[in-house]
């Protein structure tokens, strides 16, 4: 492993031991790929990642209020000059989109943001009323929460688009539902490196929050599986960088959820007893399924979903 500056770079093989509880240990931007830097903040082991074009400097998430994303603008200053010209939400959840108002075009930054075109409804039905909620009940930190200004993206992506960065293209690409129904990966075929959001994730389980897609989520993160290159570095929005069978697993973990939802639901199991009665064959924390049981009920009921 090589230390330039403040920039680390480390093997697949290295990362391993990445995990949430040495955090503490990872001092700085560390290079996951080539040229793609990872950086993990507190609270909430929040990833921020960073590509580096000829032409500047794509940031890709902005952590969870304006003072949180002032700090990843002084961190970018180890990238030397180079602009942030580009800035990708991976999806709507505060933690990784209410930094935007301090990095897109009315800020000194500048940059343009990029999201998914369904991210301005979710910031609308889930994030704007709870950032109302938080304030109103004077949640720390509650300066933070009202300096937020809620800013959606201001390109938004179908299903895929391409930003060229000078002598490298980053490819971005929505595979389907899963966390959210507006999860935007990013791929960087040059460097075999995708940056996925929290449709992985590893220094905790996944997260069913606002707006999952419980029955969903293992299809779309198969797609994923399905186009990864060999050797690929995936970096989660959560934790520390893994390979093809840690998302193999994570998916097979995703798929158990899905099925037990199904077979709790079809055996006419109330969801307020579905957790319970599912025991010990949940593969995650008995304590985060029950959104899962929520979302995937609803799912289920007769009608759009």
Not at 185 to 206: M, T
Not at 241 to 249: E, K
Not at 276 to 289: C, L
Request: with cysteine; aromatic share 8%; net charge negative.
């Amino acid at each position: 492993m090589g230390v330039v500056g403040a920039l680390t770079r480390f093997t697949v093989r290295d990362r391993r031991w990445l995990a949430g509880r040495t955090l503490l240990g990872v001092a700085g931007w560390v290079e996951v790929a080539d040229a793609v830097f990872q950086r993990r903040y507190h609270p909430l082991d929040i990833s921020v990642c960073v590509v580096r074009g000829s032409d500047g400097l794509l940031l890709v998430d902005t952590r969870s209020s304006h003072r949180e994303a002032d700090e990843v603008v002084r961190d970018l200053a180890t990238f030397g000059p180079a602009p942030v010209r580009w800035v990708v939400n991976t999806h709507a959840h505060f933690d990784h989109s209410f930094g935007n108002f301090r990095l897109g075009p009315e800020s000194p930054v500048g940059a343009t943001i990029y999201g998914h075109e369904r991210v301005p409804a979710h910031l609308d039905a889930y994030e704007r009323p709870m950032l109302a909620r938080w304030i109103a009940d004077g949640a720390e930190p509650l300066a933070d929460w009202q300096e937020v200004v809620i800013t959606p993206p201001t390109v938004l992506v179908g299903k895929s688009m391409s930003l060229a960065l000078g002598d490298r293209v980053v490819e971005l690409q929505h595979l389907g539902r899963g966390h959210t129904d507006n999860d935007l990966l990013l791929h960087v075929p040059d460097a075999a490196a995708w940056l996925v959001g929290d449709l992985l994730e590893e220094s905790g389980p996944p997260m069913y929050g606002s707006g999952s897609f419980p029955l969903d989520w293992p299809q779309t993160v198969g797609r994923l599986c399905g186009l990864l290159e060999v050797g690929a570095t995936l970096v989660p929005g959560h934790g520390a960088p893994v390979d093809a069978a840690f998302a193999a697993t994570q998916q097979a973990d995703l798929q158990a959820v899905a099925d037990l939802v199904v077979e709790l639901h079809a055996a006419g199991v109330p969801p307020e007893r579905a957790v319970e009665a599912g025991g010990d064959r949940w593969p995650f924390p008995a304590a985060g399924m029950t959104r899962a049981v929520e979302d995937g009920y609803r799912r289920l009921r007769p009608g759009p979903s």
